[in-house]
């Protein structure tokens, strides 16, 4: 039974406070859909996910089950339980206003930066303190000379990351608008997000 849940648009974002012992559940309702994921410490909003140390602690660049997500001080925040997917993201920085406005000429285009900021403002974090997000179900190829290329997510519909909490935390997600590559399969759709206790 979810204690708080919410399902969000493309281009919106959700903040939820998710205490020590409690499960995240990050749902692809229709699949191909990205979920760009960041969180804090609660009370502490200086302390965030790192996904630098997250990378070095795990020695990979790929999350899977059993592996644990860590803060810009190396302390544990979330463990991932289970996974239905395996293919996730850790290199991208969260799409923002100026990656549509620069490398594709849009104008107002939603962003998950913005998402991000309305999410988790309230909790004490400026637009600048956004960290980089895991990027749940993107696609991500390392080319032979580390170039990074985008592809289709693997996500089917309902497939989800589940996540217990190491520390009181505010996660905050948002449902990828990105609608000019590959990233959701061309066409964004919504997320569901549950926490349990």
Known sequence: MAVKAG??????????EVKKGQLLQIITVEGRQVADFVAIAAGN???RLSTGVTRAKN??????SGMKLYSNR???MFEIVEDTVGRHDMMFAACDPRRYS???G?????SCRDALFNALGTFGLTYDDIPDPINWFMNVSIQQRGELEIRESLAEKSD??????????????SAC??????????????LLIRVFK
Do not use: C, K, W
């Open 45 to 47: 909003p200086e302390e």
């Open 59 to 64: 020695s990979s660049i790929m999350l899977q």
């Open 102 to 104: 620069d490398d594709f």
């Open 7 to 16: 399902q969000i648009r493309p281009g919106e974002g959700f903040g939820v």
């Open 177 to 190: 608008p990105q609608d000019q590559n590959a990233t959701n399969g061309g066409t964004p759709t919504d």
């Open 160 to 173: 989800y990351v589940l996540l217990r909490a190491e520390m009181d935390t505010v996660a905050g997600i």
């Open 74 to 76: 190396r302390n544990e």
């Open 106 to 110: 849009l104008e107002g285009h939603a």
